[in-house]
């Protein structure tokens, strides 16, 4: 490999809005074979907003309402941003809960007023023996419209539902046809649920899902393909995503995520579009031709 077409070839990156930490990156993007998508952030937007409100066990709206940004303040998610957003342009006062604890991949769970609160999936109310099977229909009759549901507990009995939706990144469908394409088989990994996940990767054109993935599971995702002799590409933005973006072959950070996906990965995708994917591999594959 010659240094200057390396050089050539990263220069070419850095005005395309790729970055490349060293060569030996633009060296190994072109035999990737798979490639793996973070859903939230890097295929969607990451700007989820709320969609529906479900009171459940007798509980006012705004009282379901301020129970949920009460308990989200604290809560850097997404999911939890866009509850906040939500009760402000309500105009309903929020409480400063008197304790807080993140469960990553879950939920949270507050004490307000006294009282504790669960936010979260339905694998957080079954850990925790809460009841919601009356909820069930109406849950799954959301996550087909792509929506993300998150079931709110007071004193162990389900009280409410709170869907929000994020949209697909206008780029994104595009950029999974190119791949595919060129032959790379495309996953989507995400730790929201099954059909929430299908739904959206059906709008973007990607039949392979990993849902409901633990945040701690996602590198061991990673590598069980990289030993199926998978030359493996991991793009995403979250914290979530840093030790898979490390354990991939090569690990593509979405620009305008986080700074820890950032220094884990290999390349950041500056302007946080799939394209730039795309067009970070077509750099890979003309920079090896003229080496060899
Ligand atoms: P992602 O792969 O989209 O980053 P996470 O692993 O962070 O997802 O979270 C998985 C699921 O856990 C979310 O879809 C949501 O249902 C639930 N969850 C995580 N954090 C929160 C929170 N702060 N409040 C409510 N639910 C949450
Ligand atoms: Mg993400």
Known sequence: ATPTSIMVGTGKGAESGILIKGAEHL??????????????GTITK????????????????????????????????PLAQAIVAYGQQQG????????????PGRGIEVTIEGQRILVGTRKLMKENGIEYEIAVATIEQLELQGKTVMLLAVENQLSGLLAVADTVKESSAQAVAELQKMGIEVWMMTGDNTRTAQSIAQVVGITNVMA??????KAAKVEALKQEGKVVGMVGDGINDAPALA???VGFAIGTGTDVAIEAADITLIRGELTGLVAAIRLSKATMRNIK
């Open 247 to 249: 354990i991939a072959d």
């Open 27 to 40: 060296e190994h993007a072109h035999k990737l074979t798979t490639i793996v998508l973070d859903k939230t």
């Open 92 to 103: 309903i006062a929020l409480s400063d809960p008197e304790s807080f604890t993140a469960i």
């Open 46 to 77: 990451g700007q989820p907003e709320v969609t529906d409100i479900v009171t459940l066990a007798g509980l006012a709206e705004t009282e379901l309402v301020r129970l949920a940004i009460s308990a989200e303040k604290n809560s850097e998610h």
């Open 212 to 217: 409901e993935v633990l945040p701690e599971h």
